[in-house]
């Protein structure tokens, strides 16, 4: 069976990026692939005005932007007192590949990436990942955002190797080493 | 021992939400093939490309103007920082408007200046080369892979790039 388009046409967005050109590349892509609400902002401050009172259903952003950046957004979004909807998915699209920025979007709460170039393929199929498969919403000290593993196993019986987990052979009343 | 690992779990305590299906109930399947609609989406894409050739041009200038802030400064870091940040928007766009060699160069010019506090010499003649075969791709211009003259453009940059880390 052939795949079909996932109807967008109630779906918002809103964009954000620094660079006037690839707001427009974006934005053309998502209403070629049916979007009819789309908002842009220029910067991750004019973004978080936008979304101050009026709800975006995806948000897509960009990393490298001043005077806020797209992480900082992120956690703004994420974490901030006054955020309209902390869960918002936020898929982050960055000319940054390296491993180590990757872990730092995650960390920071983002629920998909994407590497530039933009491609409608590489986009839409994150869309479709927010869209059909939306992960729990984690809150902790150290994080808020998506679940940061993509499926859970509720079968998993194996050791529990967390940091706070006791250990397997430590008695549960057992007084901690000197 | 039961007040010990009562603050210990309260360091971790963890609420779950689980996930909404929302946008899925409001998103449902079109009666469009997903192929079409993307090759429609390509071809919207392909549509700007025109306009690309006149604004890369214009991310060019200010490239090579960042540039020659950077030399006067001596390589100093905020200068850095500019000439890095300008390369990494257009590492951005190009690849999504034919111009993946584009992506390639300033990709490769945002890797050697990351993290440098100081750029000296070497470094300075190794970002005029980048900042020159961007200038060959748009002048030329060398869409796609460039051919022959793409791969010997980056061929001979990996060369400056090794030579300097070594």
């Known amino acids: 069976m052939t795949k079909k388009l996932l109807d967008l046409s109630s779906i918002s967005f809103l964009v954000v990026d620094d660079n006037d050109h690839m707001r427009r590349v974006i934005a053309q892509i998502l209403r070629s692939l049916g979007a009819q609400t789309i908002k842009q902002a220029a910067d991750g401050a004019e973004a978080l005005a936008i979304l101050g009172d009026w709800d975006a259903d995806i948000i897509i952003a960009d990393w490298l932007m001043t005077p806020l950046d797209g992480i900082e957004f992120t956690r703004m979004v994420r974490t901030a007192p006054d955020s309209r909807n902390p869960m918002a998915p936020i898929i982050m699209v960055t000319a940054y590949s390296e491993s180590e920025r990757i872990t730092e979007a995650r960390d920071a709460g983002i629920t998909e990436m994407m590497v530039k170039p933009v491609s409608p393929q590489a986009l839409y199929k994150r869309i479709e990942e927010v869209i059909l498969r939306p992960r729990q919403f984690v809150r ?17 019986h194996g050791p529990r190797r967390r940091s706070h987990d006791e250990s397997e052979n430590e008695p549960a009343d057992a007084e901690p080493a000197e | 021992m039961t007040a010990l690992k009562d603050r210990e779990a309260s360091k971790h305590r963890v609420k779950l939400t689980p996930p909404s299906y929302a946008l899925k109930s409001r998103a449902p399947a079109t009666k469009r093939d997903l192929s079409d609609a993307l090759n429609a989406a390509d071809q919207a894409v392909v549509a700007l490309a025109s306009e690309y ?69 070497r470094y300075l003649d190794a970002t005029a ?8 791709i748009i002048v030329r211009p060398l869409k796609e892979d460039g051919g022959s003259e793409g791969a010997q453009l980056i061929a001979e940059l990996e060369k400056v790039c090794l030579t300097i880390e070594s």
């Open chain 2, 53 to 121: 050739e006149e604004w890369v041009r214009e991310d060019l200038a200010t490239l090579e103007a960042a540039f020659d802030a950077l030399r006067a400064s001596g390589g100093a870091h905020d200068a850095i920082a500019a000439v890095h940040d300008i390369a990494h928007d257009m590492s951005g766009q190009g690849g999504s408007f034919g111009y993946p060699l584009i992506s390639t160069v300033g990709a490769s010019l945002c890797k050697m200046l990351r993290d440098r506090e100081t750029l000296d010499g």
């Open chain 1, 140 to 156: 902790c000290d150290s994080f808020v955002g998506p679940d940061r593993h993509r499926r859970s196993d509720k079968n998993y």
């Open chain 2, 129 to 136: 080369v980048h900042i020159d075969a961007m200038r060959l």
